[in-house]
């Protein structure tokens, strides 16, 4: 069965530490990973996508890796601010559907 | 919000009723989804369409159904009720999912309570 587990389930940490979310996948024959953010009572943000050939992406203070072979992603934020506050998720793509981890809370102290 | 609606945003029904929650775009997106969310489950996919009349199920299609009679519609129905079915309910589109410059959009949600 494919299962995308994410680690730590909630995190908070002082403004301005940087931080690693982590992702890791059961099946690695992906097409692709994307995290993505979600506020309280919206939906979901994309942030990044990284296609399985890739190794990285980057988008301001935000880097994600890939690493196929051991199943696992990380999402690294620089120096955090409270607007930084969300549940961030990843998902991995296999054939036409997306799989989704249950998400990491982080929480930003100011 | 990528041009996606949902409606309606919060909705109330009793077990046993039938239910529609409808999906709107304008983005002229090829790909469009149905998730619902649930507390330690993540997002799980319960029908996708890859065009006009043409779907396909998810991991929890039991006791969904959907139709997609225009490109801009995907709509996904809950023929008879159940307390089970509770969720926060998300549209998702996508012009293709395999193009790094087109990721997967969400709407706001759709919030269902079955009493």
């Known amino acids: 069965k494919q299962e995308v587990t994410q680690i730590p389930a909630a995190l908070s940490v002082p403004e301005g530490e940087n931080l690693v979310l982590n992702c890791s996948f059961t099946?690695?024959?992906?097409?692709?990973l994307q995290w993505f953010r979600q506020d309280p009572g919206k939906g979901l943000t994309s942030l990044l996508l990284?296609?399985?050939?890739?190794r990285e992406q980057t988008s301001g203070r935000l880097n994600a890796s890939l690493d196929k072979s051991s199943g696992r992603s990380t999402l690294y934020i620089a120096a955090s601010q409270p607007g930084d506050s969300a549940t961030y998720l990843c998902?991995?793509?296999?054939?036409?559907?997306?799989?989704f981890g249950a998400g990491t809370i982080l929480r930003v102290k100011s | 919000d990528a041009g996606i609606t949902q409606s309606p945003r919060h909705k109330v029904t009793e077990t046993g009723t039938p239910v529609t929650l409808r999906c709107h775009q304008t983005?002229?997106?090829?790909?469009m989804y149905w998730y619902r969310q649930d507390p330690g489950h993540g997002l799980r996919l319960i029908h996708y369409?890859?065009?006009?009349?043409?779907?396909d199920k998810g991991e929890v299609s039991d006791g969904y159904s959907v139709s997609r009679s225009k490109t801009e519609d995907f709509l996904l129905t809950l023929e008879s009720a159940t307390s089970s079915q509770t969720s926060v309910y998300f549209c998702?589109?996508?012009?293709?999912?395999?193009?790094?410059?087109?990721?997967?959009?969400f709407g706001n949600g759709t919030r269902l309570t079955v009493t």
């Open positions: 998702a589109i996508s012009a293709s999912l395999r193009d790094n410059n087109s990721p997967l959009h």
């Open positions: 099946d690695s024959a992906i097409y692709n």
């Open positions: 990284i296609q399985s050939s890739q």
């Open positions: 998902a991995v793509e296999y054939g036409n559907k997306l799989v």
């Open positions: 983005e002229n997106h090829r790909y």
């Open positions: 369409s890859y065009g006009v009349k043409d779907t």
